[in-house]
């Protein structure tokens, strides 16, 4: 079994310990760890260890057919974990085999990860939207002998690869019912069976192989060990205390609609079984599918990236102006603003707080705007873990005001998801907080990122050795991101190394800031900064459907058609503004001069996306080689 933890008392803030640079700048902070770290046993001792203590809690729920959620008991999960895994042992999977796991955000999943687990394997998720290319690269790589997917689709896309994936040997299939054939092809294997291979794992065992979108070249295998995610999870869930152990009435509980196949998804996953939170798996990131769910389901917290949290943003705004009322909304915005400003404030000691005045604007504002917010989430929402990319001060600041508490979090798939994140009652908005704890951050003398703690991999997989390849310095890992400590030790990520721009004038030029402030505009879904080896700065902004649509209901343009909109007037002097807004944060040299709209959208599908969202910018300069060089010329 795992090491048991003492989850009585909430854990005390420790501070940062802070090392200098010559020039007297914080050069690398660190904070002691909160929960000791785990000396036995693996992720698959989680629903046996919650069924001994706790067997008629409820540690998740599934949604049915008339719409309602089911609660599913520590003892029951673990009751099915243990059929599916001795399912998978009858079908001849040994010890240290990896199985790939190919589908949206299901209970299935969870359960898949977790029986896996327990039959001792490896498991190796593949994004649903993988092309047949990405998803033979990863089972070639991984050396994966079984693949479960979820629908006919995927099956084909699989199905037609197997001839060049010759250690493949199981085809699955969830909505056929896989998983009820593994529990009656299991049911003369003994308990003692899964209980065996369960006793040869221990932290050190690799638990996955997750691989690295990459936004060139091919992606890699980070091997996580079990005990990369017991020091990510166990450290989290002390310190963000009010989000995993509710101090309500109402139980912690949360709706996962990101991806299990990104390493944020399935870290709060594991989280939540680990601190005995009720996980809800929402499969349908469309706005009206998951406004359902979140309605039903109710969730105490969110796992969110800003996408989502710019989208309920953006749609309340839109909502108000269809009323007549965008006014009162960017009123009521500001307030929450300014209320979540002089909150962090009072935490940090240098004001006084909400004065008299701001509180009863903010009781004014309450019912007819922030209420409708927090109903977009579900209505039950207090707490939202944002990652993936930077929020914004300004979006946080808001969300705070409404009262929702974001702890905004930097971290990558080689660190096991987070390795920094916003203290609890010590907010600083527009950083990614302190390192978690147990973990250490240093800024190299080229502005690099570097990161060593528990959760951080010790290599990337190597298929011709079956195992995996060192490759921290010193226990360090350079992350290939820019960023800076201030004086209290908060980290700010400022760019990605690979992607600084250098103007011909010898400008150094990083494009985040500058993309990050125009994807929060309501019209616009994406942006990629152009200029290296160029005189000036330029931009390609793609529009965001659903903004688009309400600016035309309300410009009375619905039937322009996209390419001739594209080069409206009103439409430009509404982005021009938001360049000249996100210009406010550079000097005049790395500032836009000029930029294009595009009449089609940076997706995943059309390979300009990776699947965490991230430009892929050889691609989108490739294929819009004719529109940035249009920029120059003119």
């Known amino acids: 079994m795992s090491t048991p933890r003492d989850t009585s008392t909430a854990p005390v803030l420790v501070e940062p310990t802070k090392v200098r640079a010559a020039d007297g700048s914080v050069q690398q902070v660190s904070v002691p760890a909160l929960a000791p770290p785990v000396r036995r046993g693996s992720l698959a001792e989680i629903p046996f260890d919650n069924a001994r203590e706790a067997p008629a809690d409820a540690v998740l729920s599934r949604k049915q057919p008339d719409g309602s959620w089911q609660d599913v008991t520590a003892a029951d999960f673990a009751g099915e974990v243990l059929a599916v895994a001795k399912g998978l042992?009858?079908?001849?999977?040994?010890?240290?085999?990896?199985?790939?796991?190919?589908?949206?955000?299901?209970?299935?999943?969870?359960?898949?990860?977790?029986?896996?687990?327990?039959?001792?394997?490896?498991t190796v998720p593949i994004y649903p939207t993988s092309s047949a290319f990405q998803a033979r690269w990863i089972l070639q790589d991984s050396g994966a002998v079984a693949c479960a997917v979820e629908t006919a689709e995927q099956s084909r896309v699989i199905s037609q690869e197997r001839k060049q994936l010759g250690d493949l040997t199981h085809l699955w299939q969830f909505d056929t019912g896989v998983l009820g054939r593994l529990r009656k092809l299991g049911r003369d294997v003994p308990d003692d069976a899964v209980a065996a291979r369960r006793a040869t794992l221990e932290p050190g065992t690799p638990a996955t192989l997750i691989y690295t979108s990459g936004t060139t070249g091919r992606p890699k295998g980070c091997v996580l060990t079990h005990g990369n995610f017991f020091a990510e999870v166990d450290n989290a869930v002390e310190l963000l205390h009010p989000v995993f152990k509710s101090v309500s009435k109402s139980p912690a509980s949360t709706l996962l609609f990101l991806p299990l196949s990104h390493v944020f998804g399935r870290m709060v996953a594991i989280g939540c079984l680990r601190a005995r939170v009720r996980l809800g798996h929402a499969p349908s990131i469309r706005t009206e599918d998951l406004l359902t769910d979140l309605a039903g389901f109710k969730p105490s917290f969110l796992l969110a990236i800003p996408y989502v949290l710019e989208k309920v943003y953006n749609t309340g705004r839109a909502t108000a102006e269809k009323m007549g009322r965008a006014s009162s909304f960017d009123r009521a915005a500001r307030i929450a603003q300014r209320y979540g400003q002089a909150v962090e404030a009072a935490e940090h000691g240098t004001g006084p707080g909400p004065g008299l005045g701001l509180r009863a604007a903010r009781a004014v504002y309450d019912?007819?705007?922030?209420?409708?917010?927090?109903?977009?989430?579900?209505?039950?929402?207090?707490?939202?873990?944002?990652?993936?990319?930077?929020?914004?001060?300004?979006?946080?600041?808001?969300?705070?005001?409404?009262?929702?508490?974001?702890?905004?979090g930097y971290g990558l798939t080689e660190t096991t998801a987070a390795a920094t994140v916003t203290p609890p009652l010590r907010p600083r908005l527009g950083t990614v907080g302190w390192p978690l704890p147990g973990t250490a951050v240093r800024i190299a003398q080229d502005g690099e990122v570097?990161?060593?703690?528990?959760?951080?991999?010790?290599?990337?997989?190597?298929?011709?050795?079956?195992?995996?390849?060192?490759?921290?310095?010193?226990?360090?890992?350079?992350?290939?991101?820019?960023?800076?400590?201030d004086e209290d030790g908060y980290l700010t990520i400022t760019g990605r190394k690979k992607d600084i721009i250098i103007t011909s004038g010898g400008k150094n030029v990083t494009p985040a800031p500058l993309e990050d402030w125009l994807r929060a505009h309501p019209l616009v879904s994406q942006c990629m900064v152009v200029g290296d080896n160029r005189s000036f700065v330029t931009a390609l902004i793609t529009l965001e459907p659903d903004g688009l649509s309400h600016w035309r209901r309300m410009k009375k343009k619905e039937d322009v058609p996209l390419r001739e909109l594209i080069h409206d007037?009103?439409?430009?002097?509404?982005?021009?503004?938001?360049?000249d807004e996100a210009n406010r944060l550079v000097s005049r040299a790395e500032s836009i001069r000029k930029f294009t709209v595009l009449p089609v959208d940076f997706t995943e599908e059309g390979g300009h996306l990776t699947p965490s969202l991230k430009l892929k910018r050889d691609a989108i300069a490739r294929d819009f080689e004719a529109e940035i060089e249009e920029l120059y010329r003119k």
């Open 89 to 122: 042992i009858a079908e001849g999977l040994r010890g240290g085999d990896r199985i790939a796991i190919m589908a949206r955000t299901t209970y299935e999943w969870t359960l898949l990860d977790f029986a896996a687990w327990a039959a001792g394997l490896v």
């Open 450 to 485: 570097l990161l060593s703690g528990g959760q951080v991999f010790q290599g990337y997989w190597d298929a011709e050795r079956g195992e995996a390849v060192p490759t921290l310095d010193g226990g360090w890992f350079a992350t290939g991101d820019l960023g800076a400590l």
């Open 569 to 579: 007037e009103e439409l430009r002097t509404a982005l021009q503004r938001a360049v």
């Open 367 to 408: 019912p007819l705007v922030y209420r409708r917010i927090r109903a977009a989430l579900g209505g039950e929402v207090r707490y939202a873990i944002c990652g993936g990319s930077p929020l914004g001060s300004r979006l946080a600041a808001f969300y705070a005001g409404v009262g929702i508490e974001i702890f905004e």
